[in-house]
């Protein structure tokens, strides 16, 4: 499957700052806030939950961060994807 990057031949600006949405699935029984919150620190961010899933074992939420560069990006994407089912 082709990617926009594999179209362009060239990798999507960002421009920075920018609040970067995060999709985030966890365990339902999970303290969500807390390893959120462990993860962003003092950043600016807004945790919104999405849903449950139908057997209510997984919930989603949409974690938004401000952050300054790819690198910040990246990194908080890692230590999400370190402490939840799976990231988008």
């Not at 499957?1 to 362009?8: E, G, H, K, L």
């Not at 993860?39 to 401000?66: A, M, P």
């Amino acid at each position: 499957m082709a990617s926009i990057c594999d179209i362009n031949n060239q990798k999507p600006t960002i421009s920075y700052p920018v609040f970067w949405e995060y999709k985030v699935i966890f365990d339902a029984k999970d303290d969500v806030k807390k390893r959120v919150l462990d993860i962003v620190g003092n950043r600016e961010h807004k945790l919104v939950f999405s849903k449950f899933s139908k057997d209510k074992k997984y919930v989603s939420y949409n974690v938004n961060v401000l952050v300054f560069g790819d690198e910040e990006r990246l990194e908080i994407f890692s230590a999400l994807k370190h402490s939840a089912k799976f990231v988008l």
